[in-house]
């Protein structure tokens, strides 16, 4: 972890620099293979969830397994061996080994999510057809790393023409331009307010 004050290198879950003794303010963590992710984040949202191990025959509490994230194409390539036979699952594409397919049947994209509350320069989330679930787990179609956000917090649904955001009984609750809701119609421009990220609604007409 390096010092932001002196630039000195110190030791993994260091809370103060060695060197000059200024708090260490540790903003991301590298998972154990090797992904670097941010530090506010329940786990690695790179590795396979326990979902995904099983689908690929791992036990969920263990096993041999590795991933490695192509952030370009937006695929994480899980190889997994233990004595099973190695497989190669490759989620949002096709194996190149043989295994099975990690990726949901192809949906179209109807809009997107923006938001600038974590990050300056901004993160912009999918929109598809059918349920979007968002929710702070890693199994969610849209995980954001925020504490106030309940797993799972609400869904938007497109069907039949319409987006429609429900809240999932979370803790803080779904607002919408600023007023909290239970179930209501989405529109170009509106604004959702999920524990303490808001996040600007675009539709493709």
């Known amino acids: 972890?390096?010092?932001?004050?002196?630039?000195?290198?110190?030791?993994?879950?260091?809370?103060?620099?060695?060197?000059?003794?200024?708090?260490?303010?540790?903003?991301?963590?590298?998972?154990?293979?090797?992904?670097?992710?941010?530090?506010?984040?329940?786990?690695?949202?790179?590795?396979?969830?326990?979902?995904?191990?099983?689908?690929?025959?791992?036990?969920?509490?263990?096993?041999?397994?590795?991933?490695?994230?192509?952030?370009?194409?937006?695929?994480?390539?899980?190889?997994?061996?233990?004595?099973?036979?190695?497989?190669?699952?490759?989620?949002?594409?096709?194996?190149?080994?043989?295994?099975?397919?990690?990726?949901?049947?192809?949906?179209?994209?109807?809009?997107?999510?923006?938001?600038?509350?974590?990050r300056p320069e901004g993160e912009d989330f999918k929109i598809y057809e059918g349920r979007n679930l968002i929710s702070s787990s890693n199994d969610s179609d849209i995980m954001i790393g925020d504490p106030a956000i309940s797993s799972p917090h609400c869904m938007i649904l497109y069907r039949a023409g319409k987006l429609i955001i429900k809240d999932e009984l979370s803790t803080n609750g779904t607002f919408l331009n600023g007023e909290i809701i239970e179930e209501a119609e989405l529109k170009d421009n509106d604004v959702i307010k999920v524990g303490t990220t808001e996040l600007k609604l675009r539709t493709i007409n």
Not at 75 to 83: E, L, Q
């Open 1 to 118: 972890m390096i010092c932001k004050v002196c630039k000195t290198n110190n030791e993994d879950g260091s809370k103060f620099c060695i060197s000059c003794g200024s708090p260490i303010i540790q903003s991301t963590r590298t998972c154990p293979n090797g992904h670097i992710y941010d530090a506010l984040l329940p786990g690695c949202p790179y590795c396979p969830s326990p979902s995904l191990r099983n689908k690929i025959g791992i036990n969920p509490g263990g096993g041999d397994i590795t991933s490695t994230f192509n952030s370009d194409s937006g695929k994480t390539k899980v190889m997994a061996g233990g004595g099973k036979g190695n497989k190669t699952v490759i989620v949002g594409g096709d194996s190149s080994t043989g295994g099975s397919s990690g990726a949901p049947p192809a949906r179209k994209i109807i809009g997107w999510l923006v938001t600038f509350s974590k």
